[in-house]
């Protein structure tokens, strides 16, 4: 990680007379090729959630992150060409009051860093691929990394969000949700992902009414509670995850209200296992259409198409899905 640079800062005066200082600052993160910002961004739909927002034209990744006292920076995320060999540099500028104090840079590169699982070592993971011939194509655009939220918080509600439901409508209510987050001065239209204390004080009647989550709002009114109160920690299970085993994480996932097999075993992905597929209704239409000649197979037959690439079978499972260009995974459902 190089230093934070800066500007100025923009200083305007709002309707309370409280002075507010935009400025911005810029971290560069250092990541071992082969990466592709593009092909971690869409390698699966998070992308199109809120608080996340690919610009296309200018391939960057931006999204709101509020800090602990409550300012909400606008993050954004860009590839570029990196002094050290054999890497890419990922250029994060944060922008927001304060943008420049102690600490705020290096806390949002922290952040962009765990989104893009930039810190993760993949190599086993792409040596496989170079023996594979199915699996060229992975170091050739990047790919390999799933995209996830900077936090277990986040990715747990949005998996919430996305059961039984087409992606489409998924999105929607994910969309709703983040409404309730604050917003980021540095562009108001850009809201960060709300705390389950905000989740719980918009209250169950704003889930189904408002989200629309229907059966899901009990479920995600209790995580919010349960997270808000100190009854669960998803942040201490986000920080022990890569230490457990499978059956940890498993067994701890499927604890969480709201989360079954399938989405466990989907968070374990974004959680860096990648010993299990999740099987969903797209893993079943994508198995049928490409392994089993239009027959719906069973789970445990997609389970075996997949074992014998070990810990790295989801990994194996997303790639086959993947292709680069926007919204693959719809068309691939």
Same mark, same amino acid.
């Given at each position: ?10 200083? %305007?005066?709002?309707?309370? +007379? ?13 990541? #071992? ?28 990744? *931006? ?43 290096? *806390? ?55 059961? %039984?439901?087409?992606?489409?409508? +998924?999105?929607?209510?994910? %969309? ?9 001065? +540095?562009?108001?239209? @850009? ?16 889930? #189904? ?44 996932? @499927? ?49 075996? #198409?997949? +074992? ?12 086959? #899905?993947?292709?680069?260009? @926007? ?7």
């Amino acid at each position: 990680m190089s230093g934070a640079t800066g500007k100025s800062p923009q200083c %305007n005066r709002g309707a309370l +007379a409280k002075s507010i200082c935009v400025q911005t600052a810029t971290v560069r993160l250092q990541v #071992r090729k082969p990466f592709g910002l593009f092909a971690t961004v869409v390698s699966h739909g998070w992308y199109q959630t809120l608080p996340f927002r690919w610009i296309t034209r200018e391939r960057a990744l *931006e999204r709101a992150e509020r800090l602990h006292d409550g300012r909400v920076m606008l993050v954004r995320m860009e590839e570029a060409k990196s002094a050290k060999r054999g890497y890419v540099d990922i250029v994060v500028r944060v922008t927001g009051e304060g943008a420049r104090d102690p600490g705020v840079a290096a *806390e949002m590169a922290r952040r962009a860093a765990v989104v893009l699982r930039l810190d993760e070592d993949l190599r086993p993971f792409y040596a496989l691929c170079r023996e594979v011939g199915d699996l060229h194509g992975v170091p050739t655009v990047g790919a390999g990394r799933c995209m996830r939220a900077p936090t277990l918080w986040e990715d747990v509600i949005k998996t919430v969000l996305s059961t %039984n439901v087409n992606w489409r409508q +998924a999105v929607v209510m994910s %969309n709703r949700l983040a409404q309730l987050g604050d917003s980021a001065p +540095a562009d108001p239209t @850009l809201r960060a992902w709300p705390t389950p204390g905000q989740v719980v004080r918009a209250g169950e009647s704003f889930l #189904r009414d408002v989200v629309r989550a229907g059966y899901r709002s009990p479920y995600i009114m209790n995580l919010a509670i349960a997270q808000k109160t100190g009854a669960i920690d998803l942040d201490a299970l986000d920080a022990a995850s890569i230490r457990m085993t499978e059956q940890e994480l498993f067994k701890a996932l @499927l604890g969480l209200r709201g989360i079954g097999k399938s989405s466990a075993h989907f968070l374990m992905n974004l959680l860096g296992h990648y010993d299990h597929v999740p099987v969903d209704s797209a893993t079943y239409a994508y198995a049928k259409r490409v392994f089993f000649r239009g027959k719906r197979p069973t789970e445990k037959q997609i389970r075996r #198409r997949f +074992a014998h690439y070990g810990k790295w079978q989801s990994l194996v499972y997303w790639f086959g #899905r993947f292709e680069p260009r @926007l919204e693959w995974w719809e068309a691939s459902a």
